[in-house]
């Protein structure tokens, strides 16, 4: 028999799932940050920093303020924690890393049997990269003296160093070992990690069905579709998995009024862990990039709240602005907004304030004191809110600043 969850609780379900509706602590540490990780299982990469970038902000909305360079000396120094191709680009605890050969050898299988590839073009290239970081990494790829270490276009036009270095790191045979700023650092995996993560032999489908319960369990309950895409797994294969998991107990089926597809109740699964919470007490923004809406069909069905970030949409097409977070309160997305940290000017500005159905009526209040708990994090003396948004009036008043004129400034 297929048990029924409410679309509330289901939602409930899936905040507590990622740390959502605890006491926030008052001090945050090494442990609150460990835990805060591991119960995410990957903290996704991106290199936008028009407010801040990514992988900070899902602890910044779990735990509130905490030091970034804590966080940076936890994950951009080789030991407990690596980065790899989780989800897209992330930072996962280092014991999952062998979970992924199965994808390492595919990214591996797919250069090489590709006569075309850059791959197979470059074998000899490959080889002394090889070499260059026995006999001198860790490095980064601006630390790489070749004639090919130059960019071939724009600011995105890889060097064929980069991409020998890229190619080598999706094929598991070099590792990060580090980031020096922003800057990823390479080394042969032997260099980096220990022996009996190397030793670690796990068959394709034994690592699908552990990355299956991991997800699952990150995502408290869901569809095949939302499990699956947590790390980017082959559908066939989830699909196998999670049927596995569900006959060891571990998966229980559910359905979740209103989540369809088409004409027909989609089949979701609860994770056999999870927690079901009464209430959700929470006062967040949302990375584009946090598990909570990165998938946006699941945060559609979730919360109503269609979400589409518009970095790569022209100025004049954007319909809410340039680096849009969504603002979650209690166990609804109320509102969203877009941030810029001016950090010349010490100055975090609200570009545009939107309000969601269904905010609850102090959603300008609670926000107002957000965006200040977020200005003093940042490091920012001033708050200043542009004329843009339902809600931009509202948040001004309640922050006790004037509303200026249109602040995206943004490319």
């Known amino acids: 028999m297929t048990n029924s969850l409410s679309p509330s609780l ?13 006491p926030r602590p008052a001090v945050v540490g090494t442990r609150q940050l460990n835990a805060a990780i591991e119960r995410a299982e990957v903290l996704q990469i991106d290199s936008v920093n028009v407010f801040e970038r990514s992988h900070y902000l899902p602890l910044f909305a779990r735990l509130g303020a905490y030091d970034k360079q804590a966080l940076d000396r936890l994950t951009f120094r080789p030991g407990r924690y690596i980065e790899y191709w989780g989800h897209e680009a992330t930072v996962m605890p280092v014991e999952s890393w062998p979970l992924f050969r199965w994808r390492m050898d595919a990214f591996r299988a797919r250069s ?27 490095l980064a790829a601006s630390e790489i003296e070749h004639d090919a270490n130059r960019r071939t276009g724009p600011w995105w036009g890889w060097s064929d160093v980069k991409i020998g270095l890229e190619t080598l790191f999706r094929w598991g045979e070099i590792v990060s070992a580090g980031r020096s700023g922003f800057e990823r650092r390479y080394a042969l995996a032997t260099q980096i990690l220990p ?12 690592a699908i069905r552990e990355l299956v319960r991991k997800g699952a369990a990150a995502h408290g309950v869901g569809t095949l579709d939302d499990i699956a895409d947590y790390f980017r797994l082959p559908l066939a294969d989830a699909k196998t998995a999670v049927a596995e998991l569900e006959d060891a107990g571990d998966l229980v089926p559910v359905t979740v009024p209103g989540w369809m597809r088409g004409t027909q109740p989609r089949q979701a699964w609860l ?21 909570v809406v990165w998938a946006r069909p699941r945060a559609e069905r979730l919360f109503g709240f269609h ?30 907004v877009d941030l810029k940290n001016d950090r010349q000017a010490k100055t975090l500005r609200v570009q545009a304030a939107w309000l969601e159905p269904g905010a609850p009526p102090d959603t300008a209040d609670r926000l107002a004191a957000l965006i200040t708990e977020t200005a003093r994090w940042q490091g920012a003396d001033q708050v200043t809110v542009a004329d843009r948004g339902t809600l931009s009036g509202g948040l001004a008043s309640a922050l006790r600043v004037a509303v200026g004129p249109d602040g995206d400034n943004s490319p």
Do not use: M
Request: charged share 30%.
């Open 271 to 291: 994770a056999s862990t999870a927690r079901r919470p009464r209430s959700i007490k929470a006062d967040a923004l949302l990375s584009p990039f946090d598990p």
């Open 195 to 206: 022996q009996s993560i190397l030793d670690r032999d796990v068959s394709r489908g034994d």
């Open 10 to 22: 289901a939602r409930r379900i899936a905040l507590a799932a990622q740390g959502f509706g605890r």
């Open 112 to 138: 090489l049997t590709d006569p075309d590839s850059w791959a197979n073009a470059n074998g000899p290239f490959l080889d002394w990269l090889r070499c260059e970081l026995a006999d001198k990494g860790p």
């Open 307 to 336: 979400y589409r970030i518009e970095i790569y949409t022209p100025k004049h097409k954007r319909v809410h602005g340039y680096y849009v977070l969504p603002v979650l309160l209690d166990d609804t997305i109320a509102a969203r």
